[in-house]
Antibody, heavy 122, light 110 residues
Framework: EVHLVESGGGLVKPGESLRLSCVGS????????LSWVRQAPGKGLEWVAR??????????DSAAPVTGRFTLSRDDSKNTLFLQMNSLKTEDTAVYYC?????????????WGQGTLVTVSS | QPALTQPASVSGSPGQSITISCTGT?????????VSWYQQYPGKAPKLLIY???KRPSGVSNRFSGSKSGNTASLTISGLQAEDETDYYC??????????FGGGTKVTVL
């Protein structure tokens, strides 16, 4: 069974940094294309960024609101995806979901973690 | 402001069919057949319902179906049941190698 477990969320002040982690199991993590999708309280879903597998180039695509502030990386030896978030803003407050884009082509958000809450407030 | 436009709410009686629309542009829905739909219960992670406009993942009820015409995609729920009362989101791949979502539609079973 596929499991994605996020951690690292919490309360931070505007301008501060936070690093989220996501540990995956039940699938071949090395081959996985992974995304972060966030959801502000009471709001809809927003795609944040995607990281391809190393074999596919390990490239990152990100949404305009986070480009230049958020960085994705992975440690395949530990089945872990990271989201480094710098220069946080109040509008970054959200539940952050780690998602495995399992289908060929990496176009869909197939398997989701339970999410971790990030609150940015002074 | 969400990139894709969905109605805020749709309602129907048990057994009826309802359709949720999702309107984008030629840069997303109109340009690709990479449209998906997600179901989300309160406090839970979303679940993939439809991909490639109209395909269902294994285990998803055939009461859920998807379609697309031009820049608008649609999700139809047939034989509406009480358990279908929750939030639904559409999504599309875009020409900028990004993904966009709709603002979500709350389905109410009367």
């Amino acid at each position: 069974e596929v499991h994605l477990v996020e951690s690292g969320g919490g309360l931070v002040k505007p301008g501060e940094s936070l690093r989220l982690s996501c540990v995956g199991s039940g699938f071949i993590f090395t081959d996985a294309w992974l995304s972060w999708v966030r959801q502000a309280p009471g709001k809809g879903l927003e795609w944040v960024a995607r990281l391809k597998s190393i074999a596919s180039g390990g490239t990152v695509d990100s949404a305009a609101p986070v480009t230049g502030r958020f960085t994705l990386s992975r440690d395949d030896s530990k089945n872990t995806l990271f989201l480094q978030m710098n220069s946080l803003k109040t509008e970054d407050t959200a539940v952050y979901y780690c998602v495995w884009m399992a289908r060929a082509g990496g176009l869909y958000f197939d398997n989701w973690g339970q999410g971790t809450l990030v609150t940015v407030s002074s | 402001q969400p990139a894709l436009t969905q109605p805020a709410s749709v309602s129907g009686s048990p057994g009826q069919s309802i359709t949720i629309s999702c309107t984008g542009t030629t840069s997303d829905i109109g340009g690709y057949n990479f449209v998906s739909w997600y179901q989300q219960y309160p406090g839970k992670a979303p679940k993939l319902l439809i991909y490639d406009v109209s395909k269902r993942p294994s285990g998803v009820s055939n009461r859920f179906s998807g379609s697309k015409s031009g820049n608008t995609a649609s999700l139809t729920i047939s034989g509406l049941q009480a358990e279908d009362e929750t939030d639904y989101y559409c999504s599309s791949y875009t020409s900028s190698t990004t993904w966009v979502f709709g603002g979500g539609t709350k389905v109410t079973v009367l």
